[in-house]
């Protein structure tokens, strides 16, 4: 099945999708959007674009698990999309996510403005990844 993952933020907004063999992540890019309304119909409107059969959103935790108020702030994105389409959409921990796309755009010697502009959408394929592994243990495990 075809997923999106979603790393919500203020003011840009990751998206990357994967195959419908759940095997590879790739980016889709980022959305420019400071209203939560806003960001949530684009976000829609990508999954349906997409022929997405599910959209999973990052979920900040707090490094003990506990959420703070911008998990808090996620829970309510996700309801937006929730009313919005068809699909299923689920929270799904995003802890170092940013941490790790930013390693990854250091390793490929991407920096500056360039990685601003990336740095949500490989976080977003952090996620997914991470989403798709779990799926894949529950399926063999």
């Known amino acids: 099945m075809k ?8 003011a840009r907004t990751g ?24 960001t949530a119909g684009k976000v829609a409107e990508v999954s349906r674009k997409e022929g997405a059969g599910m959209i999973v959103i990052g979920l900040p935790k707090n490094m003990d698990g506990t959420e703070g108020p911008r998990a808090q ?14 699909v299923p959409v689920e929270l799904w921990d995003e802890r170092q996510t940013t941490i790790t796309a930013a390693g990854i755009l250091s390793e490929n010697g991407t ?8 740095i949500d959408a490989v976080a977003a394929v952090v996620i997914l ?3 798709m592994a779990h799926r894949r243990n529950l399926r063999t495990g």
């Open 111 to 118: 920096f500056g403005k360039k990685r601003k502009q990336t």
């Open 15 to 38: 998206l990357a999708a994967c195959d419908p063999t759940e095997f590879l992540a790739s980016p889709l890019g980022v959305i420019k959007e400071k209203s939560m309304a806003a």
């Open 73 to 86: 702030k996620c829970r309510k994105f996700a309801g937006l999309v929730r009313e919005m389409v068809s």
């Open 3 to 10: 997923i999106i993952a979603v790393d919500f933020g203020d």
């Open 129 to 131: 990844e991470s989403y």
